[in-house]
Structure formats: C-alpha cells, structure tokens
C-alpha cells in the first residue's frame, strides 16, 4: 500500500488533477516497534500536518476463496494490542534438593487455568453488520449460524461452532494467548524465576486494565505478578460514513462484479487506533485480495498475486480521485 499511495500522489502531481481537497501522504515508521511508533507522533506532536477529514490506512481488503471473490472488507475498528508478562519468583536452590513450590511448575500451572479461560461473545456495530452481510457469501451452515448469533440472545450452539473457526473467534470475544517463555539460569538450579509473554486483542469498549483483572482472577495466584508491558491503546472505532460506503460499493461493484462491501473489525491492530483517538475517522481500505485460507501475514512466505497488487493500485486510484478529485 505504500508503493500504492505513492504512485497515487504522483500520478496527481504529474496529470496536475485539480482537486476539492488536500491529499495528505504520510508514511510513518515502527509500527511493529513497540512504543516509538510514528504515527503516534505525528498525531501527537505534528497534529496540522495529518488533521484530516479521514484517513486512509491498512487493516482493510477483500477476501477470496478458491479464486472465488468473496467480500472487499473496510476496517471501521480494531482490537487494541496488549502484552502481560506473568512472573513467578522463588529463592531457588540446588537440583539435587527440589522444592515443592518451583517456580517453573506454578507458571505452568497458571498458564494451564489461562488456556482455559474464554471471554464472554460480544457483537457491536460492525460485528454485527459483519456477520450479518457475510452469511450471504458462506456455505449454508455457516450463514444459518451466522444469523443466529445475531438473534437476542445469541444461539449458543451457533455461537460455540463459529467459536472453534479462530478468524471469526477473534471477532467474537476479547483473547489471549501465552507467545514467550522463560525461566531457570543452569541445568543443576532450581529456577529463581519462570516468566511468559502473554497476549492479549480487546475488544473496543473494554480497557487492558479491565482485562489484567480478569487475568487474575483466572489465574487466582497471588504469587503470579501479572504487569502490563506497554501502554493501553485501546480506543473507540470509526463511525460507519455512508458516503464513504457508498463509493467504495460502486467501485468495488464496478470492479468485482457482485462482490459485497463489509465493515469489518480487526483483529489485529494498526496504526489507525493513533487516528481514533485524536477523533480523526480512519479506515481501512485497500482492494488488495487474499485467499482466506491461506494467510501468511506474519509468517512464512507473506505474499501477495500480481493481479492482486495491480488490482488495488487502480482501485485506491479510483477511490483518492473520487474522494479528493475536482470532477465527481
């Protein structure tokens, strides 16, 4: 996408195309990187240089499925990022005199009650609208239940069978996954410390405070120090804006004939949270296709088709030119 908006403000400078607003391009570094985020700063510091209207960004894209198109997605909320650190402390000792109380043994053991905890489903407005237009492009037991998740109260069997597909347990409910371990400092100690990484997405509405506490009480170990790594980001999402939607149906319907337009939440988390929470709009669009069942983002082989990436070029082309262009 970057390579995209790029050729984008070119291609705007060199055709001199008059436009009826600004087009801001901000690349930002880090986002990955913990804390020293870019956008952050900019928001933060540089505020007149990125108060727009809305924002453009990541987090968003359209869906395939054994080259069928499902859905292009807009990313209207995310859940926040957030890491725990679990740590256990003990006085250790020799191995040839094991203690009762290792610390190795209790953090496994409070890891063990964590696998075991499941925050409670929750839908909100883009949830919701998520499900409710994807039924239409799902296999007929997937739709039936997705609608039923919808009813009031949701049907806990539907909601048990979408739970056990983790891309649509992720949209569901707050979760959180131990990622790192360590512990011990020779193979003839006891361990003096264990510890675990431990991370967690939340879902808007609900603070990293709220979920330490409920890490706790799962855990119900006093001598289990559970701490926050980072600061809490969590945040409001988008407002749905119709006029937004609206264009990004025609393109997309001009372009995919057919192909539905969602509001989607991530489940990962992006720099448009920075956006959100100084009250500037941001959303997440791209046009850019993956096969759903094959998503390597993060993994090995992180790819993107060439048709794909030339099919998002001309369609965020499209979007800037009639978003910000003279002419509607």
Request: net charge negative; charged share 25%; glycine share 8%.
């Amino acid at each position: 996408m970057a390579a995209i908006f790029i050729d984008v403000v070119v291609r705007l400078r060199e055709n001199k195309t008059p436009l009826r607003r600004d087009v801001i391009l901000a690349l930002t570094a880090d986002e990955e990187g913990g804390p020293d985020d870019g956008a952050k700063w900019l928001v933060q510091t540089h505020r007149s240089l990125v108060d727009a209207e809305l924002v453009l960004n990541e987090g968003g894209g359209g869906r395939t499925r054994r080259g069928k198109y499902l859905s292009n997605g807009v990313q209207a909320s995310e859940k926040a990022y957030m890491s725990y650190r679990f740590e256990v402390r003990n006085p250790g000792g020799h191995s040839s005199l094991p203690r009762r109380d290792n610390a190795i043994y209790q953090l496994a053991e409070a890891l063990g009650r964590l696998q075991q905890l499941e925050f409670p489903a929750e839908l909100n407005e883009i949830t919701r609208a998520y499900f409710e237009e994807s039924a239409r492009t799902e296999s007929a037991e997937v739709a039936a239940d997705m609608l039923a998740i919808l009813n009031d109260p949701p049907d806990a069997a539907a909601l048990k069978r979408l739970s056990e597909m983790p891309s649509y347990n992720s949209m569901l409910r707050t979760t959180c996954v131990a990622t790192r371990l360590e512990g011990g400092h020779a193979d003839n100690a006891l361990p003096q410390t264990a510890a675990a990484v431990v991370n967690c997405r939340i879902l808007p509405g609900h603070s990293g405070e709220e979920v330490q506490a409920v890490l706790a009480r799962a855990v119900d170990d006093d001598q289990v120090l559970i701490t926050p790594t980072e600061v809490d980001t969590s945040g409001p999402g988008s407002p749905l804006n119709l006029e937004l939607m609206k264009i990004l149906s025609r393109l997309t319907n001009e372009m995919w004939p057919g192909v539905p337009v969602l509001p989607v939440m991530s489940s990962g988390a992006t720099d448009s949270r920075y956006f959100r929470q100084a009250g500037i709009p941001a959303y997440g669009v791209s046009g850019l296709f993956v096969d759903v069942d094959d998503i390597r983002a993060h993994g090995r082989d992180e790819r993107l088709g060439v048709k794909e990436f030339y099919d998002g070029q001309m369609f965020l082309w499209r979007l800037v030119n009639e978003l910000a262009g003279a002419v509607r």
